[in-house]
């Protein structure tokens, strides 16, 4: 089957990473390997939100002082 024929064909990620476990690996090297990925997006997510709070320019003291939660509907009443 390729991926031509899928439905929802492999991103080039998967199909990367299909080719570097094609061979065995082991526990070890695995768990380093998901640690590593992991560490990567983790790194990304904040590079992100430094920027944002940068661009809005938040600092701790407005972390403290502003209610930034979404606020829940109330749900309506019955008739």
Do not use: C
């Amino acid at each position: 089957m390729t991926s031509e024929t899928l439905k929802f064909p492999l991103s080039n990620v998967q199909l990367k990473l299909l080719q570097l476990f094609s061979q065995n690996v082991s526990d070890e090297d695995l768990k380093a390997i998901q640690r590593m990925i992991v560490r990567y997006f983790a790194e990304k997510a904040t590079e992100a939100a430094d920027k944002d709070w940068e661009e809005k320019g938040y600092d701790a003291s407005t972390l403290l002082s502003e209610h930034m939660r979404t606020p829940y509907q109330q749900p309506k009443p019955k008739v």
